[in-house]
């Protein structure tokens, strides 16, 4: 019996992560599409982006996301991701852009495995996680409209690095201790999209701004 949970627990895992880097594949090219979208759409993009995070995790409490809402976000998101790039990768190289890549998927790897098979339960760092979220995200309203300076916006994608990196070893973990169904799979692949998108974003906010420093 023991060992027909494992294998069920093992079989949602690689379901989730095989979600997971679908949608990684749909970002990227969403991301390539996003040259080609005139500027003026990405601000109702990024607000349908935004919009579309709160009803995943709101409809999460009430009834599963399907994997087409999934995949759409992941494609919307690769969209609003291509400014981002472009801009980091015009004022530091494109070998930024990879250098970034390349750390958050050892990252990713690395605290994945980690928190996949720790035994330990992280449930306890929900809480700090959350605040720290809110945080952040309440910092990155305001640089809106009072732009952060070189050394501040350094030290916002730090600590975005330290909070989205516990993020991933705290779902990983969370995927493994809790009883996780069929029609949640979506909704935790979308959890682990987010934790390296954002990740990846604030690797390449740190590395773009460490070298047009230099």
Not at 22 to 46: D, E, K, N, R, W
Not at 63 to 83: C, M, W
Not at 92 to 110: D, N, R
Request: net charge neutral; aromatic share 14%.
């Amino acid at each position: 019996m023991q060992a027909t949970v494992h294998e069920s627990k093992h079989s949602i895992m690689q379901r989730i992560l095989t979600v997971f880097i679908f949608t990684l594949l749909i970002a990227t090219v969403g991301l390539y599409i996003g040259q080609f979208i005139p500027v003026a759409l990405m601000l109702p993009l990024s607000i349908l982006e935004v919009a579309m995070i709160i009803i995943a995790f709101w409809m999460r409490r009430r009834k599963a996301v399907g994997y087409a809402f999934v995949y759409t976000f992941a494609f919307v998101s690769g969209i609003t991701l291509f400014p981002i790039v472009s801009h980091y990768a015009s004022i530091a190289g494109a070998y930024v852009v990879l250098e970034a890549f390349g750390s958050t998927f050892l990252i990713f790897a690395v605290l994945g495995t980690i928190g996949a098979k720790m035994k330990k339960d992280l449930s306890f760092l929900s809480s700090f996680l959350l605040v720290a979220l809110i945080a952040l995200i309440a910092v990155g309203i305001f640089s809106i409209f009072s732009p952060l300076n070189s050394a501040a916006m350094m030290a916002y994608s730090v600590i975005g690095t330290i909070v989205f990196s516990l993020y991933i070893l705290y779902d990983l973990n969370q995927i493994k201790h809790r009883d996780i169904t069929e029609d949640l799979i979506p909704v935790m692949a979308l959890s682990l999209y987010l934790d390296f998108i954002n990740l990846f974003i604030n690797l390449l906010r740190f590395f773009g701004i460490l070298s047009s420093d230099d």
